[in-house]
């Protein structure tokens, strides 16, 4: 049999490296436009530093790409993430710390104090009755107001889509937030009621030694010894 996976981004490759294990005997073609595998998962070394071009880790609450990582034999290539980086900042003007807590989150400076009343009032709010799928940003906006969506929300989007609250599918890109309100009701009545039930910690960020870029290379050079082959 042979199968062609066009673009060998981590998606083709997955794709490919699991092809291969269900089927050793296919012949699997990877046709990658790039000269180099990965897509927007690349790490660039210049000057001394080590850059992401897109990606720099994953959650191991997302359970597929640590079992990915496992099935491809990488563990030892994996990297927990620093304490130190928990600490994030949101730049409007000035650097404000990203609030890790409630009483953080009511002495933050990044909204203002009816701003603040906004997102408190979320648990008044009631759920989406309308079915279908509906932008990050209107989420937002309906639940949380729009001074909170374009400070946090639009800042989360960007560091791990790059993209913006407009441009985001709630339903595809936070699926489980979307099931929070879904199931129940709202987002603080969902987060109360999963704290009770799931005790244990949540995920942690996870990376590889020399970047996702070693994981790339890892990957396709595993490709590239079980049948499939890249081409361009
Ligand atoms: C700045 C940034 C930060 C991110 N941070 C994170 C993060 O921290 N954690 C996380 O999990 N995700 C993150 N993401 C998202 C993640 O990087 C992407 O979801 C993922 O890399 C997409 O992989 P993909 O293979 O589906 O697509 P791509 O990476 O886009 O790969 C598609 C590949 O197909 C090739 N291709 C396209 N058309 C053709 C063709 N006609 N013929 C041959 N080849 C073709 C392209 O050259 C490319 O190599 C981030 C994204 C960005 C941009």
Request: glycine share 12%; net charge positive; aromatic share 8%.
């Amino acid at each position: 049999m042979k199968i062609a996976i066009v673009g060998g981004g981590i998606s083709g490759l997955a794709t490919a490296f699991h092809l291969a294990r269900l089927l050793p005997a296919a012949e699997i073609t990877l046709f990658e436009r790039a000269p180099h595998p990965g897509g927007t998962m690349r790490t660039v070394e210049r000057e001394g530093f080590r850059f992401e071009a897109g990606g720099n880790g994953f959650l191991t609450s997302k359970p597929h790409t640590l079992a990915l990582v496992q099935a491809a034999g990488a563990e030892h290539l994996l990297l927990r993430s620093s304490d130190a980086a928990r600490r994030r900042f949101i730049f409007n003007g000035a650097l404000h710390r990203l609030p890790e807590s409630p009483p953080a989150f009511l002495g933050s400076r990044l909204l203002t104090l009816p701003a603040k009343l906004r997102v408190l009032a979320e648990v008044f709010i009631p759920p989406r009755r309308a079915g279908g799928e509906e932008t990050l940003q209107s989420f937002g906006y309906r639940r949380l107001g729009r001074a909170f969506t374009d400070t946090f929300l639009d800042a989360m989007t960007a560091g791990i889509y790059a993209s913006t609250p407009a441009d985001l599918s709630l339903q595809a890109a936070f699926p489980a937030v979307a099931a929070l309100e879904r199931e129940h009701g709202g987002l603080f009545r969902g987060m109360l009621a999963k704290r009770r039930r799931e005790a244990g910690p949540g995920g942690v960020l996870m990376s590889f030694r020399g970047g996702v870029g070693s994981f790339i290379d890892h990957l396709a050079g595993l490709l590239g010894s079980a049948s499939a082959r890249a081409a361009r």
